[in-house]
C-alpha cells in the first residue's frame, strides 16, 4: 500500500502561479496529477513514468511535472493559471510497469485532494 501526502494549492489570480506536492510512502512506478471541479468527473491532468511524461492538453505549456525518485516525490508547477483551473487536484500513483498512454494508465493509489482557486 502507498500512501500520498499532498501539499501546496490554494488562491492565486489569473495569470498567476502555483505549485502542488505530492510525497509517496513507497516507490511508484508512474505518479501525476488529476483535478475534478464538482459535478464533472475527474480529468487526467499530468504524469510521469519511468520512462514517459504525458501532459493534457488543455495544461501543456503552461504546467510542468516533475519528480524525484530518490525521494518518491512528484510536483507540479502551474503557471498562467486560468479560471478553469479552478478544481480539487489529486495525487496518483501506480506500482505497475505498464506500457500504456498515462492518461489510461490504472492508478491504484489517489491522494486525498487540495483545492486550487483561481479568481480574477
Known amino acids: 500500500q502507498v500512501q500520498l501526502t499532498e501539499s501546496g494549492g490554494g488562491l492565486a489570480q489569473v495569470g498567476g502561479s502555483l505549485r502542488l506536492s505530492c510525497v509517496a510512502s513507497?516507490?511508484?512506478?508512474?505518479m501525476g496529477w488529476y483535478r475534478q471541479v464538482p459535478g464533472e468527473d475527474r480529468e487526467f491532468v499530468a504524469a510521469?513514468?519511468?520512462?514517459?511524461?504525458l501532459y493534457a492538453d488543455s495544461v501543456k505549456g503552461r504546467f510542468t511535472i516533475s519528480r524525484d525518485n530518490s525521494k518518491n516525490t512528484v510536483d507540479l508547477q502551474m503557471n498562467s493559471l486560468k479560471p478553469e483551473d479552478t478544481a480539487v487536484y489529486y495525487c496518483v500513483a501506480g506500482g505497475r510497469a505498464l506500457s500504456i498512454a498515462l492518461s489510461s494508465y490504472p492508478y491504484d493509489y489517489w491522494g486525498q485532494g487540495t483545492q486550487v482557486t483561481v479568481s480574477s
Open positions: 513507497g516507490r511508484a512506478f508512474a
Open positions: 510521469v513514468s519511468w520512462i514517459s511524461t
